[in-house]
Nanobody, 127 residues
């Protein structure tokens, strides 16, 4: 398994930008370069849902419809890091953002598919 730690959350006004980072701690038998990585969001009282995924080598990316054109996910396996660049933020983007990982192929945005999770970082967007 891998250990994940998010950073970069904070408060921003509507239309602003934030960059979230996820740093992974892996080992020889569980290299982060073999894991699908994803970002999830959970608002208070709401279910956790997928924002974006990126394959192990970064060649395929999936976004939730509500963030397409505004969010960009990227990864740097050498630095063991995944980044979520969020632009044109809206109030509905507020919540806890979690980094997640699953070994091998990405299988969509369902939280149940991921078995490695960070502690989350909070994003608050206000008008």
């Amino acid at each position: 398994q891998v250990q994940l730690a998010e950073s970069g959350g904070g408060s921003v006004q509507t239309g602003g930008s934030l960059t979230l980072s996820c740093t992974a701690s892996d080992d020889y038998y569980n290299s982060i370069s073999t894991f699908c990585m994803a970002w999830f969001r959970q608002a208070p009282g709401k279910v956790r849902w997928g924002v974006a995924t990126i394959t192990a080598n970064g060649d395929s990316i999936q976004y939730a419809d509500s963030v397409k054109g505004r969010f960009t996910i990227s990864r740097d396996n050498a630095k063991k890091m995944v980044v979520l660049q969020m632009n044109d933020l809206k109030a509905e983007d507020s919540g806890m953002y979690y980094c997640a990982a699953k070994w091998a192929a990405c299988v969509g945005l369902a939280p149940s598919a991921y078995n490695n999770w960070g502690q989350g970082t909070r994003v608050t967007v206000s008008s």
